[in-house]
């Protein structure tokens, strides 16, 4: 991409807050755009090459969106920390394997999406994102919910397509969580904490596609309780 075509695109980006460039083979974060920390308000530089964002991200204080899907990132500096304005931070299709402790500092984050990267444990950390409404982390290769879970303040958690086979009852004491979709994992019936149909808030909970037939469900304790909380929300909605 030609420095023209570039110096374009800032001189708009200055204007409207917006930076996108999506797709252009970039190798590394634009370090041009640190000319536009007071501005940047969005920035989406998805389906590149970029291998890791500098610390210098951290400078970038008015940034309520951040998005690159489909690059090559393995981590996030800990500047990422710094960004106390964030609402949205989409990382899905990454190599991403771990979070840094920092993370937990974004007090405006809404929306935490990291499906199809390469967790193979829940993250932590998390609890002291007191705004986060929804986690993403479908795609990955988690094989436990933990109890930490228990300190998410979030309305839905997305688990589709892992290998969870272990899920913490803990999950039921998430004091906002809605929704819970665990879609194509190896859960047994025998590993479906009952408290989530007794104890929890969940209205829709989504198991199909693991080693049970969702109808055997019903022959849990509970089963009518989440059913009552279920048809509630869709008469809301509908």
Known sequence: MGNSALKSHLETSQKTGVFQLTG???QEFPEELQRLT?????????ENKIQALPPSIGNFLQLRSLTLNSNRLTGLPGDIGKLKKLETLIL???QIQQLPPSLGQLKALRTLSLAGNHFSEFPTGLGTLRQLDLLDLSRNRIQSVPAEVSKLQVI???LNQNQISVLS???SRCPRLKVLRLEENCLELSSIPQSIL?????????????????????????????????TATKKKFA
């Open 198 to 230: 007794t104890e929890s808030r969940v209205s829709l909970f989504s198991v199909e596609g693991n080693l049970f037939e969702v109808k055997r469900l019903r022959e849990l304790e509970g089963y009518e309780q989440y059913m009552e909380r279920f």
């Open 156 to 158: 839905e958690i997305n």
């Open 169 to 171: 009852e803990e999950v």
């Open 38 to 46: 007071a501005n940047l308000r969005t920035v989406d530089l998805s």
């Open 24 to 26: 252009k083979g970039l």
């Open 92 to 94: 899905n299709g990454n």
